[in-house]
Structures are given as structure tokens and as C-alpha cells.
């Protein structure tokens, strides 16, 4: 083989390795989630959001939309949707 053969095969490896890193790069968070553990691999699940992982059992990181927890004057229930009626929960 000359040099010439040995500089082409080189540059078809490297950009085969290139286009490799490219498409990993590109994968669908996701798909990635769902198939590696997801919300369902995080000690309190997501948010309703589906993306974010929550940090506590109430979700108190998750941005809420419309009504929900946040949405409450008193917030809800420990483990629960319902809301409190009162700043004590004694309805809970």
C-alpha cells in the first residue's frame, strides 16, 4: 500500500468515529430516561412536568402550573393532593 491508500483509510475512520459521537450526542433525553431508570429510578418521582426529578416527596422544586399544591393558601396534605383548609392541616 502507498502513503495516499493509508491517509484514506485513516480520514474513513475518523470520520466514521466522528459521525459515532455525533448521533450520541443527538440521543433523545427522554428515551434515554425511560429506558435507564427514568422518573421511576428517582426516590419521589418527577414532577408533573414528566422531565424534572422532584427533591422531596411534595415537590416543592417543581414549577406548578394552575392550581395544584402551590395553587392552595395552605399548600396540600403530607402525601396527599388534598389541600389544607387551615395553616395546621386539620383535616389531614
Known sequence: MDILNIV???LVIL???VLFV???QNLDR???RRRYGGCKG???GCCPDGM???DDSEGTNCVSSVG???GTRYGCCPHSN???RDQWGSNC
Open 42 to 44: 428517582t426516590r419521589w
Open 22 to 24: 455525533i448521533m450520541y
Open 15 to 17: 470520520i466514521i468515529i
Open 8 to 10: 484514506i483509510i485513516i
Open 30 to 32: 427522554r428515551h434515554y
Open 82 to 84: 388534598e389541600a389544607r
Open 52 to 54: 424534572t426529578v422532584r
Open 68 to 70: 395544584g399544591c402551590k
